[in-house]
């Protein structure tokens, strides 16, 4: 077998995301696996088609990240965008169900009555591993409720996509900014993306934990994994809690401050730490936790009807979002982009640091994905020099004790 240079140089920079696309264009030569602590990884088993090398070499987001794209407005923070608004599903049950107000959800189901799509490719609950993640065909609003959640475990949507796209109809596509990423350079290089998926929603990412993660909470909250029959990151609320469900029906709970806060954060892949795109900036509508901040300018994550923060990006994105309003799937208020700061300053503080932390990759010799349309300079000039130094230093420092 010749290895693959483009997985062999995202294997060295520890850059993979765990999107699955290289698995689905490299068929039987590359197969997904779960890696200690618990992440999506490809194996290459045979040699990959000059042309299936080629492929991935221009769609790995562990490799590359070009967000071009066209948009009145072009924000160093929050990408482009058409609208900002914030707003919530109109199902009340679909409101309180999902993890932060059911926008995502609500304008899937229009997509799937108005006829747009046949069907939705997500991310669900693996029906054998209750911690662990499966990609999803919802054909049905009822199917869209029961992927709808926050999964923060590893996911895959594009490791089945090139059958998705030999098979009939047309499909709309929700996944991490990476795995939109991946999908509009795919469209670059296969017409069928743009032809046959009309719709791809995104929504903000804090980053990946590992699988480990999530089984410290479940030792937190004294339940066994061989007794848990299902669970939830989060949800059922707003933010909602981990909830644990046991084989004797009875449930264990974690509020999402201790869970997320202090547990899953701590377990995020590389790749996410050196994210140029956690805001969707690739989809065509992008959606987030519209959290209200306190006194001191941090998320109140205190119990409450749940609010989503709503970008769309493109004029395809403008038409669903538009025709969603007007049905009364959504309902919405128009929000100034200055006002995203207050809502997600971990984003703001990720972006800012971007630079620095990619000269960290490159001073202690991994390799450093390609970027661009990002506007990553802008966005470090708002932050002071002695940030981006504590920055720097901190990865470098990380990425020394992790070799060792």
Not at 21 to 31: K, M, N, Q, Y
Not at 125 to 137: E, G, Q, Y
Request: proline residues 6%.
């Amino acid at each position: 077998m010749t290895p693959s240079p483009a997985l062999t140089r995202v294997a060295r920079g520890d850059t993979c995301s765990g999107c699955g696309l290289c698995a689905s264009l490299g068929g039987d030569a590359v197969e997904l696996a779960t890696v200690a602590p618990g992440y999506i990884r490809p194996r290459q088993v045979a040699t990959l088609a000059p042309d299936t090398e080629a492929a991935i070499a221009v769609t790995c987001p562990g490799l590359i990240v070009d967000n071009c794209g066209d948009a009145p407005h072009d924000d160093p923070l929050w990408g482009r965008w058409r609208i900002t608004a914030t707003g919530h599903a109109t199902d009340a049950g679909l409101r309180h169900h999902a993890s932060s107000g059911g926008v995502l959800s609500a304008i899937l189901d229009h997509a799937l009555a108005s006829g747009l799509v046949d069907r939705v490719v997500q991310t669900g609950s693996d029906p054998t591993r209750p911690l662990a993640n499966a990609t999803v065909v919802s054909r049905s609003a009822a199917e869209v409720f029961a992927a709808a959640g926050s999964r923060y475990a590893g996911s895959s949507p594009l490791a089945d996509i090139v059958a998705q796209l030999d098979a009939p109809g047309c499909l709309a596509f929700v996944g991490k900014p990476c795995d939109v990423n991946a999908l509009r350079a795919l469209a670059r290089i296969d017409p069928r993306v743009d032809a046959k998926v009309p719709l791809m929603l995104a929504f903000f990412c804090a980053g990946v934990p590992s699988g480990d993660g999530a089984r410290r909470i479940l030792a937190a909250i004294d339940a066994p994994e061989d007794q848990v029959t299902a669970f939830r990151y989060r949800g059922d609320g707003w933010p909602g809690q981990a909830t644990a469900t046991l084989a004797d029906g009875s449930t264990r709970g974690m509020s999402y401050h201790d869970s997320w806060g202090q547990i899953l954060a701590k377990e995020i892949q590389f790749r996410c730490k050196i994210c140029p795109d956690a805001i969707g900036g690739a989809a065509d509508i992008a959606c987030a936790d519209a959290w209200y901040g306190d006194a001191k300018g941090y998320p109140d994550f205190t119990e409450q009807a749940g609010r989503s923060l709503v970008m769309v990006r493109t004029a395809r994105g403008e038409d669903i979002y538009r025709a969603a309003l007007a049905a009364g799937t959504i309902a919405v208020e128009p929000l100034d982009p200055a006002a995203i700061v207050r809502m997600q300053p971990s984003q703001v503080r990720r972006k800012r640091e971007l630079i620095a932390r990619l000269a960290a990759v490159a001073a202690t010799g991994r390799p450093v994905p390609r970027y661009s349309g990002v506007r990553l300079a802008a966005a470090a000039r708002q932050a002071p020099l002695r940030q981006h130094l504590r920055s720097f230093a901190g990865l470098v420092r990380r990425i020394v004790q992790r070799r060792a």
